[in-house]
């Protein structure tokens, strides 16, 4: 049984990732810092930090609900510069050669 729920949230990270990459490719590097899979629900809750054009370094919190291919955005925080420093020290969950926030829409 676990396999079946190790499998399930598989699927559903590699959903959220054709989704998500849409949106946050404009804010490349992203890093994902915190993951929690429901799979009962069928839905991956997760943070992204990035250097926003508008805001500096955020803290942005999603939920992506599998079972309809939706993203849905549950708000952000402002983090200070050291704390995205810590950040940066892991890989890149959308990795990007420079921070180029100039073509993003800023949404």
Avoid: C
């Amino acid at each position: 049984m676990v396999s079946d729920s190790a499998e399930k949230v598989e699927v559903m990270r590699r959903l959220r990732d054709e989704k998500v990459r849409v949106h946050l490719e404009q804010y490349a590097p992203v890093w994902m810092v915190n993951e929690t899979a429901l799979p009962a629900e069928e839905t991956l809750r997760f943070d992204v930090v990035f250097m926003h054009p508008r805001y500096g370094w955020v803290n942005r919190r999603y939920r992506y609900d599998a079972f309809n291919d939706v993203l849905y955005y549950n708000g952000q925080r402002r983090i200070d510069e050291k704390d995205a420093l810590d950040v940066q020290e892991y890989d890149a969950y959308i990795p990007a050669e420079t921070i180029n926030t100039l073509e993003s829409y800023g949404g």
